[in-house]
C-alpha cells in the first residue's frame, strides 16, 4: 500500500507561482513514476506532467508546458510541481498519483495510475 499526501496549494494571483509537493510512503520512492493530474467541476481529469522513476524524463500536458516544472527527490520520497505565470485556467484540485509497476516510465493515462492522493486545490484569481 502507498500513501500519498499533496501539499502547497492555495490561492494566488494571475501570473503568480505555487510550488506543490507530494509525499509517498510505503514503497522504495526510486523505483516509480509519478504524475500530477488536475480536475474542475464537471470536467474530466486532466495530465498535467510525469515524471520517470529515474526522473531522467518527464513530460507536459499542452496547457502547462513552459510554466510548469515537475521533480522528485528520492531521498526525501517527494515529488515536485512547480508553478509559474499561473492563469485562471489553471484553477483546480491537483493530485499525484503513483504507478505500482516497477521501472517503467509515466504516462498521460489516470489509467495506469495505482494510487492516488487526496488532492490539494489551487485557485487563480485574475
Known amino acids: 500500500q502507498v500513501q500519498l499526501e499533496e501539499s502547497g496549494g492555495g490561492l494566488v494571483q494571475a501570473g503568480g507561482s505555487l510550488r506543490l509537493s507530494c509525499g509517498a510512503s510505503?514503497?522504495?520512492?526510486?523505483?516509480?513514476?509519478m504524475a500530477w493530474f488536475r480536475q474542475t467541476p464537471g470536467k474530466e481529469r486532466e495530465f498535467v506532467s510525469g515524471i520517470s522513476w529515474s526522473g531522467r524524463s518527464t513530460g507536459y500536458g499542452n496547457s502547462v508546458k513552459g510554466r510548469f516544472t515537475i521533480s522528485k527527490d528520492n531521498a526525501k520520497n517527494t515529488v515536485y510541481l512547480q508553478m509559474s505565470s499561473l492563469k485562471p485556467e489553471d484553477t483546480a484540485v491537483y493530485s499525484c498519483?503513483?504507478?505500482?509497476?516497477?521501472?517503467?516510465?509515466?504516462?498521460?493515462?489516470?489509467?495506469?495510475?495505482?494510487?492516488w492522493g487526496q488532492g490539494t486545490q489551487v485557485t487563480v484569481s485574475s
Open positions: 498519483a503513483f504507478r505500482r509497476t516497477t521501472y517503467v516510465g509515466f504516462t498521460s493515462d489516470m489509467r495506469d495510475y495505482d494510487y
Open positions: 510505503g514503497r522504495t520512492f526510486s523505483r516509480y513514476s
